[in-house]
């Protein structure tokens, strides 16, 4: 079982990017995929999840609106959409993947992607 993120990169304050988790060794399905971001000298911060039932959330205040998480389980893909990207929204951001239902504590995720970096700046 692994998983693997795409869709980083550069973009100016105001884009978009749409970051893709892709899991390989097993049905998407009955996962729920978490979205983290890195936070210097800090745990992960929790960005968001998608459960298997589809149910979803995005957990920071000065997220919501901005970002959603979705999934395509034919694709075997899970998505973070970011849209009105800000310059404090560069870091690295990694997709988890967990039996359970959604949850913000990253210990509760047992599968864990390489992360992929965004970077916001003009």
């Known amino acids: 079982l692994d998983v693997v993120e795409s869709g980083g990169g550069l973009v100016q304050p105001g884009g978009s990017l749409r970051l893709s988790c892709t899991m390989s060794?097993?049905?998407?399905?009955?996962?729920?995929i978490g979205w983290f971001r890195r936070v210097p000298g800090k745990e992960h911060e929790a960005v968001g999840c998608i459960d298997r039932a589809g149910d979803r959330n995005v957990y920071s205040f000065s997220m919501k609106g901005r970002f959603t998480v979705s999934r395509d389980n034919a694709k075997n893909t899970a998505y973070l959409q970011m849209d009105n990207l800000r310059p404090e929204d560069t870091t690295t951001y990694y997709c988890a993947a967990a039996l359970i239902g959604c949850s913000a504590q990253q210990w509760d995720f047992e599968t864990w992607g390489q992360g992929t970096q965004v970077t916001v700046s003009s």
């Open positions: 060794g097993h049905p998407l399905d009955p996962y729920s």
